[in-house]
C-alpha cells in the first residue's frame, strides 16, 4: 500500500482510540463514584458485595481499554516501511 493510502488509516485510528479512551474513562470515572458511593452507603451485606464486584468490573474494563489502545497503537506502527512502498 502507498503511505498516503496507510497514513488516513492511522489517523483515523488514534482519534477513534482517543474519543474511545476518554469516554471509558469519564463514564468509568463516573461509574466508579456511584459504586464506591453505594458501597459506602449500603446497610445488606449483599448489597456491599454487589458493589465491590461493580469496582472491579470497572477497573478491569478500564485497564482493558487502555492495554487494547496500547495493542492498536503497537501493531500499526509495527507495519514495517517497506510495506508501504
Do not use: C, D, Y
Not at 14 to 28: P, T
Not at 44 to 52: D, F, H, I, M, R
Not at 65 to 76: C, D, H, K, N
Amino acid at each position: 500500500m502507498p503511505p498516503e493510502t496507510l497514513q488516513p488509516v492511522q489517523e483515523i485510528l488514534s482519534r477513534w482510540i482517543l474519543i474511545g479512551q476518554a469516554l471509558v474513562g469519564s463514564i468509568g470515572a463516573l461509574a466508579f463514584v456511584v459504586a464506591f458511593i453505594w458501597k459506602m452507603l449500603a446497610v445488606q451485606p449483599q448489597s456491599v458485595l454487589q458493589a465491590k464486584q461493580w469496582i472491579q468490573r470497572i477497573v478491569v474494563g478500564t485497564i482493558g481499554v487502555e492495554v487494547a489502545g496500547s495493542l492498536v497503537s503497537i501493531l500499526t506502527n509495527s507495519v514495517p516501511a517497506s510495506a508501504t512502498h
